[in-house]
């Protein structure tokens, strides 16, 4: 190889380390970017979640898409909240609160902060197999409470990093 196209190759080389370089980075990006879960509001302990997915247990946070008149005007929104009550557990809402196996999970509102009504919904008895029960830990979180059961299969597991 001569002198000359040694300069000329060296360029060429930086550039395809250079856009190689670019591509990581955005890949990368796009990666990271679908699975972290930023938490949005009080309902639950957590600011910024991996999302993991796998199996789902009582205690773990997990984010879904829901779809209720009450939040974000109706549009779908993007909840992270914990897994309160699995499948073989039993839900009870004796009119005030809800409890799982006994233990008290919360009380509902009957209202939102603008005088609005919200209706409880229908959960009572033993969950089956699929669908678990979630709660936020802030008194007015909208969850399962309001909600209803969840199916496991529409929510992914996430892990608290903040």
């Not at 773990?60 to 909840?79: K, M, T, W």
């Amino acid at each position: 190889m001569n002198e000359e196209a040694n300069p000329k190759l060296r360029k060429v080389s930086l550039t395809v380390i250079r856009v190689a370089i670019l591509a990581m980075i955005v890949v990368g990006i796009d990666y990271v970017g679908d699975r972290l879960d930023w938490v949005r509001g009080e309902s639950v302990p957590v600011t910024l979640a991996w999302i993991e997915g796998g199996q789902v247990s009582k205690g773990d946070y997990v984010v879904f898409e829901a779809q209720h008149p009450i939040i974000n005007e109706g549009r779908p929104s993007h909840l992270t909240k914990q897994v309160a009550c699995v499948a073989g557990e039993s839900v009870h809402f004796d009119g005030e609160k809800f409890s799982c196996d006994g233990a008290v999970l919360g009380a509902v509102i009957r209202s939102t902060s603008d005088g609005r009504p919200i209706a409880v919904a229908a959960v009572e008895g033993v969950i089956p197999a699929g669908k678990i029960f979630v709660m936020g830990t802030h008194p007015r979180s909208f969850d399962s409470r309001y909600l209803g059961l969840l199916d496991e299969s529409k929510v992914q597991r996430v892990r608290p990093l903040l």
